[in-house]
């Protein structure tokens, strides 16, 4: 996925995934019937549909107001509906308003916060960042932070994305990293964090120790050649370093052992553009195998769609992924 989908927000996720499949012009007779399956299937369902519907169907009514407000990379085209011309001024402006005000309840709160980041990278962008206190940040690829100093207190606020931090030792001025749940104390030392797609973070530390917590439980420390993951905001148990796999990113490579192919895309997501929404779980859960040179996305890409029983729609910015039926013997 190219955005978070908490495990909450589920029933929410897959209705925008429903619409913009009915909207591409590739929803055919047969994933129409499936949609009108999946709404009756649950309450939950039905009330994400008819608000994401709702949603599309207002952004439709606003299109010549929405066309004024900055594009966004990675939303689908809106196209208008017919309207009658605004008599008022003000309620152009008022619209604009309003349409900024359904984009960002559209796209994840990631997203929409890291396009005003202090710091931030490109798909593809690998930057190296010198903080005034002497450390040192390098940025993968589709990533946003910002960094502030105050009050004996130096943190970053991490949106989306990776970033390896060598931390300059000031043990008056400890560093903190804010991940979604993820709260990250140290002192000096190195470590890398990722935020990724969906809604995981994942710390991993090369050396040096820090103090890690979800906001609910007590705080413990990770030492160095650990790392540890928070899950649906949980802080999960103490693992070995794989330096090999999650920090394959700092050599030019991206390391894959029996990652699920919606982490995959997670990873990708950090070297293309683009977005990519799942139209069914099983899709999700294929499990994934290899060593790919990050530069090369589209490699990795072919390998999935001859290997595993995938099918994906490309549409401009947008690729959809589903499983693909077992052919009839």
Not at 68 to 85: I, N, T, Y
Not at 167 to 195: M, S
Not at 259 to 278: E, I, K, M, W
Request: proline fraction near 5%; glycine fraction near 6%.
């Amino acid at each position: 996925m190219s955005h978070p989908t908490p495990a909450l927000d589920l029933p929410l996720a897959q209705a925008r995934e429903w619409q913009v499949l009915l909207h591409s012009g590739r929803a055919s007779a047969a994933d129409k019937a499936a949609l009108q399956v999946w709404r009756e299937a649950s309450a939950a369902n039905a009330q994400a549909m008819a608000q994401v519907e709702g949603l599309w169907s207002l952004l439709g009514q606003l299109g010549e107001t929405v066309a004024d407000v900055p594009a966004l990379s990675g939303v689908p085209k809106v196209v208008p509906l017919p309207r009658r011309r605004f008599r008022a001024t003000r309620w152009g402006a008022s619209l604009a308003a309003a349409a900024a005000l359904l984009l960002a309840v559209w796209l994840p709160q990631g997203l929409w916060l890291g396009l005003y980041a202090d710091y931030h990278t490109r798909p593809g962008e690998v930057r190296e960042v010198k903080l005034a206190d002497g450390s040192t940040l390098t940025l993968n690829g589709d990533t946003a932070l910002d960094w502030t100093v105050s009050d004996g207190r130096r943190e970053i606020k991490l949106y989306r994305g990776e970033a390896d931090f060598q931390v300059a030792p000031d043990a008056n001025q400890p560093f903190y990293v804010l991940a979604g749940p993820a709260q990250i104390r140290v002192t000096g030392t190195r470590f890398d964090v990722n935020y990724s797609s969906d809604a995981r973070v994942t710390l991993a530390i090369s050396h040096g120790q820090v103090q890690v917590s979800d906001g609910r439980h007590a705080a413990q420390l990770v030492n160095a050649q650990q790392q540890v993951a928070w899950l649906n905001g949980d802080l999960q148990n103490l693992e070995p370093l794989d330096e090999a796999q999650r920090l394959a990113w700092q050599r030019g490579r991206l390391v894959f052992r029996s990652r699920p192919l919606d982490q995959v895309f997670a990873d990708l997501q950090r070297s293309q553009g683009g977005r990519v929404l799942f139209l069914d779980d099983a899709a999700r859960d294929l499990q994934v195998t290899g060593v790919f040179a990050s530069a090369d996305p589209a490699a990795v890409l072919r390998a999935i769609e001859h290997n595993l029983p995938v099918k994906f729609v490309r549409l401009p910015g947008l690729l959809l992924v589903s499983a693909r039926e077992p052919v009839a013997q």
